[in-house]
């Protein structure tokens, strides 16, 4: 398996719902990252993790949650969102944490924040 | 910590020309330097990248160039195709120390190839 999966693909929530994110990949890379990009914008950097533990917060509010329960898994919780929240997430992994890997991404959720 | 500015914002071709779309970037520490391209509605896929004692890699019809004394790395596409139409995106990390690969990204390129 060489992809990076991410659930759901779409996701509605009012601001005073929880939600999840979902990330997952099979191909046994130890760095995985949180992206939020808004339309017709580069990716911004959320979260980074390396073996498992957090390694980078981009200073982003607490109302973002991340977890990383094994290596092949990688969950964004979300609580209390804002409408300006509204975006394309997308989950992306690397073999390593270092510059010199290609980051492979996946294929995102659209949430939209009422 | 860096900045990447990216240049054309936009750039229109006619299928069979060439296409340039130029970065450039602010910390010396950088040492990685990588083009993804985005469809419209797809997952950024990494394209080329090059590191910085490199001056120029080619993979078919693009090849990425790099100028470390004026910090400026470029993509160059040959001989475009519809297919090629996309959002370009540059981004520069740097291997090592605490950045853990984060990727610092330019604005993008909308290039639009035309029949």
């Known amino acids: 398996d060489t992809e990076v999966t991410q659930t759901p693909k779409h996701l509605v929530m009012g601001m005073t719902n929880k939600k999840s994110l979902k990330c997952e990949q099979h191909?046994?890379?130890?760095?995985m990252y949180w992206y939020k990009q808004k339309a017709k914008k580069p990716p911004e950097l959320m979260f980074v993790y390396s073996y498992e533990k957090l390694s980078i917060n981009e200073s982003v509010p607490s109302r973002f949650s991340p977890e990383c329960p094994n290596s092949s898994l990688l969950n964004l919780h979300l609580h209390a969102l804002q409408p300006e929240d509204s975006a394309l997430y997308l989950c992306a992994s690397s073999q390593g944490a270092g510059g010199g890997f290609e980051q492979f991404f996946g294929p995102g959720t659209r949430l939209t924040v009422l | 910590g860096e900045n990447v500015e990216q240049h054309p914002s936009t750039l229109s071709v006619q299928e069979g020309d060439s296409a340039v779309i130029k970065c450039t970037y602010s910390d010396s520490a950088s040492n990685y330097f990588h083009w993804y391209k985005q469809e419209l509605g797809k997952r950024p896929q990494l394209i080329i990248d090059i590191r910085s004692n490199v001056g120029e890699k080619k993979d078919q019809r693009i090849a990425v160039t790099l100028n470390k004394t004026a910090k400026h790395f470029s993509l160059h596409i040959t001989e475009t195709q519809p297919e090629d139409s996309a959002v370009y995106f540059c981004a520069a990390s740097t291997a090592g120390g605490t950045s853990y690969g984060k990727l610092t990204f330019g604005q993008g390129t909308i290039l639009t190839v035309h029949p």
């Open positions: 191909m046994g890379h130890r760095a």
